[in-house]
């Protein structure tokens, strides 16, 4: 290639003809590639990539075909097996394939699925990871998922199933008792069911909330709000998805920690959003 990209130094995986790489392409920012993904793109005869996929992404493949293998919000799973099996025949026609996939290939992005399907044509994979949008997009959000005062787990959960319903599967009650710090992914749709869930379950209707859209990008929002009045606001907001929807307090810790602010010329705000009585620096 003659472009000015940069490419892996020596030692790094040579992609072969006839592999299939599935591949993490991070929430959005190409800041958040993995090296691991950057030395795919420079190599890659075709890119295979979904609708989270940041454009700008492309740019870094500059010499492979791109084609777009989009789906968004519950189509049927018949779209997936064509997805899969679209990448068998690539694989067999002896092309270096690059599945590209938002966030991380494994989490709520059906990548095992697709991987599966792979093994079982005999196609060999690698599987590279990404920066899943629950923590990332949370993190540009100044928020982060875990924090010593706050919560001890926090558990992901998709705010649809198969179907497009709120999983039914899911034991929302259980959820609630067991996790300070829950992060519903496609949870836009159902929001007001989720939330009426957790109040249900006990959880107070003050519990802060916050809603990421289009988290990572030149696009990103945020909203802060509250179990009992998410949905409301999120209407009058009129967010769109993609969304990552965070439950619990640490959503609070974005008063300190927005760092976009800062990036934007905001002052530091040495602020203890969790009002722990105390200097927060002597936590
Ligand atoms: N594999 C992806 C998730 C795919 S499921 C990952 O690891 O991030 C699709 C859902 O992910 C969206 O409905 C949304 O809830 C979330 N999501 C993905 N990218 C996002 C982004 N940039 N901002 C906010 N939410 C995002």
């Known amino acids: 290639m003659t472009d000015s990209l940069p490419h892996a130094p020596q030692g790094w995986p040579a992609f072969q003809p006839g592999w299939v790489w ?96 792979l093994v079982q044509h005999d196609v060999p994979i690698r599987i590279i990871p990404g920066i899943s949008a629950g923590i990332g997009g949370l993190a540009y959000a100044g928020i982060p998922v875990t924090h010593r005062d706050v919560n001890q787990s926090v558990t992901f959960v998709t705010g649809h199933d198969q179907s497009g319903n709120t999983p039914q599967t899911l034991d929302w009650a259980a959820i609630s008792r067991g996790s300070q710090v829950i992060v519903i992914y496609m949870g836009m749709k159902h929001i007001g069911q989720i939330a009426g869930a957790l109040l249900d379950a006990g959880r107070a209707p003050s519990e802060p909330v916050a809603v990421v859209t289009q988290a990572t990008t030149g696009d990103q929002r945020v909203v802060e709000t509250t179990l009992a009045r998410c949905a409301d606001d999120i209407a009058a907001a009129a967010l769109e998805p993609p969304a990552i929807i965070c439950v619990g307090r640490a959503t609070l810790m974005r008063q300190a920690l927005d760092w976009q602010a800062m990036a934007a010329g905001a002052a530091p705000r040495n602020t203890d959003p969790l009002d722990r009585g105390r200097p927060a620096e002597s936590a």
């Open 22 to 117: 599935l591949c993490g392409a991070g929430p959005g920012d190409p800041g958040l590639l993995t090296l691991h993904a950057l030395n795919a793109l420079r190599q890659a005869d075709v890119v295979v990539y979904d609708a989270l996929v940041e454009p700008a992404i492309l740019d870094w493949a500059p010499g492979a075909e791109h084609i777009y293998a989009g789906k968004r919000g519950g189509k049927p799973s018949s779209v997936q097996r064509d997805i899969s099996l679209r990448l068998v025949e690539l694989a067999r026609a002896g092309k270096r394939v690059l599945r590209l996939k938002g966030g991380d290939p494994f989490v709520f992005g059906r990548g095992g699925e697709e991987a599966q399907t």
